[in-house]
């Protein structure tokens, strides 16, 4: 699996991705509907501790997207992967490369990452990427009709210790 810099020629992809509600899922809260006008402002405000990747097989095929930004003060990360591809391990293989690139490149004491309760698949990705459960955020989003709970998970850099995939170079 690749994991590399969503560029502005990817823009199509990841609207279609954000308006597709297979893609989404019952745990995605991307609003209802975003426009191409959109997502390339939201491409354009990605700063230096936002960035979007896109999720990649070896032979090209683009399967997922994922990415950090900061919330307040905080760096959270997050990933979305086609349907087809769940459960192969691309998003724990995504989310190692990015704690890695993040602790390696950053002074960041903290990553952190939320999920919905419900979203098991997404608690054993960030289980096996090293997060440690640290609470419920009640109510924290009005999505699907319903408000919902999420579970917040974060690694700090003293629990990571060293690289899981990447390594420095000489």
């Known amino acids: 699996?690749?994991?590399?810099?969503?560029?502005?020629?990817?823009?199509?992809l990841l609207t279609d991705w954000s308006n597709d509600p297979?893609?989404?899922?019952?745990?995605?809260?991307?609003?209802?509907?975003?426009?191409?006008?959109?997502?390339?402002k939201r491409y354009e405000d990605l700063t230096h501790d936002n960035k979007w990747f896109l999720l990649e097989k070896k032979d090209g095929t683009k399967i997922g997207w994922a990415g950090h930004f900061l919330f307040g003060s905080l760096l959270e990360i997050f990933y979305y992967l086609l349907p087809s591809e769940r459960g192969k391990g691309y998003c724990t293989e995504a989310t190692k490369?990015?704690?890695?690139?993040?602790f390696m490149s950053r002074n960041v004491t903290r990553?952190?990452?939320?999920?919905?309760?419900?979203?098991l698949?997404?608690?054993?990705?960030?289980e096996k990427a090293g997060f440690q459960?640290?609470?419920?955020?009640r109510r924290c989003l009005f999505t699907w009709?319903?408000?919902?709970?999420?579970?917040?998970?974060?690694?700090?850099?003293?629990e990571w210790k060293e690289p899981k995939v990447l390594t420095k170079t000489a």
């Open 121 to 126: 698949g997404s608690q054993k990705v960030l």
């Open 1 to 12: 699996m690749n994991l590399r810099l969503a560029e502005k020629e990817d823009l199509p």
């Open 22 to 40: 297979k893609f989404r899922g019952e745990f995605m809260w991307f609003p209802t509907q975003n426009s191409r006008a959109n997502m390339t």
């Open 145 to 158: 009709g319903e408000w919902r709970d999420f579970y917040l998970y974060s690694i700090l850099r003293e």
């Open 133 to 137: 459960r640290e609470g419920i955020v």
């Open 97 to 102: 490369i990015i704690v890695d690139y993040l």
């Open 111 to 119: 990553i952190q990452a939320h999920t919905d309760v419900r979203n």
